[in-house]
């Protein structure tokens, strides 16, 4: 049974081989009665044996006239899939264990429009259903769950539709060359561990890095959301306009503020990448000057949204060991 399936699997993987662009043809398309349709099939043939055993004129040529319907409907089902040239573009990345969206681009090749589409990755629990306008690319983001940290490849995605009737469903299996980057899943409130005024390295003196980097210096002035600190509101413009805004403080760069992977003692390995991400997306949250430094890996102070993803990116690529 094992090798069987193996057999079936490796007759897919020829007609849909790893790729970073596909276009469906006669080739990787399959075509099959839907749950609907098999009732239909059903019916045909209770009708066919009431026609044989009665000799009835009337139910054999209404049985005649729906098997043709059927054989018209699996041309038209399997046409709305044909000719369409399936791709990702652009970059992909998330935090483990959350959903990203994959933006995938979906080209009707001819000049027909090609009506509910659905697309997505296996196993498949919802699809996404679309329309392609003819000769144009249409993009849509597909749900990707169960990342991991470091590249992920995408599992295999499902496109198929039962138009025009619903009896049919032609549906072809993708296999797409497009890497996605898992992030390591922040964690937040967990300060590193710094050295006593002594320089005992054996005790710990764990300090609230977030309270001591709030930033002093003011930045500019935000409408209030539910949740900003009432000590944060400009009062003395309330009193004036009665328009409740909240003062934002930036800190001024220091060296001091640089996240170091061995300074995080007592957590694994993993947990110690989550921590760092956590307060790397804090920092870059703050606009805060920082640096990052992992064993064999130095990034140097910076800020903003490169700055960012930098960091991130090599948390999500660091190996245990460097």
């Not at 007759?11 to 081989?17: D, E, G, K, L, Q």
């Not at 640089?258 to 947990?271: A, M, P, R």
Request: glycine fraction near 8%.
């Amino acid at each position: 049974m094992g090798s069987f399936k193996q057999l079936i699997e490796r007759w897919f993987a020829n007609r849909s081989p790893l790729t970073d662009r596909i276009r469906l043809t006669n080739r990787n398309i399959y075509i099959v009665p839907s749950r609907a349709g098999w009732l239909l099939v059903g019916v045909l043939l209770i009708m066919l044996l009431t026609g044989i055993n009665y000799q009835n004129s009337l139910i054999f040529g209404l049985c005649f006239w729906v098997g043709s319907v059927f054989a018209i409907v699996i041309w038209h089902t399997w046409r709305n899939l044909a000719s369409l040239e399936v791709s990702i573009g652009g970059e992909v990345a998330g935090f483990v264990g959350d959903s990203v969206l994959v933006p995938t681009q979906f080209k009707g090749l001819d000049e027909r429009l090609h009506h509910s589409i659905e697309a997505a990755w296996r196993p498949a629990e919802a699809y996404s259903m679309f329309d392609i306008l003819p000769n144009e690319t249409t993009a849509h983001s597909i749900l990707l769950k169960g990342l991991n940290r470091g590249w992920n490849r995408t599992p295999k995605m499902e496109v198929r539709t039962q138009y025009p009737l619903g009896i049919l469903t032609a549906w072809s299996v993708i296999r797409l060359t497009h890497p996605v980057l898992g992030y390591p899943q922040p964690i937040f409130g967990i300060a590193p561990n710094q050295k006593d005024s002594d320089g005992d390295d054996d005790q710990d003196v764990v300090q609230d890095i977030s309270s001591r980097h709030s930033g002093s210096d003011f930045y500019s002035l935000k409408p209030y959301v539910e949740g900003d600190s009432l000590r944060k509101v400009d009062w003395k413009r309330y009193a004036k306009t009665e328009e409740l805004v909240t003062k934002e403080f930036i800190t001024p760069p220091s060296s001091n503020d640089c996240l170091d992977f061995n300074s995080f003692s007592g957590l694994d390995f993993e947990t110690k990448l989550s921590v760092m991400s956590g307060w790397v997306l804090e920092w870059s949250e703050q606009q805060r000057v920082f640096g990052m430094s992992l064993p064999g890996v130095d990034i140097e102070p910076d800020q903003g949204s490169v700055h960012k993803f930098d960091c991130l990116r090599a948390l999500a690529l660091y190996s245990e060991g460097g």
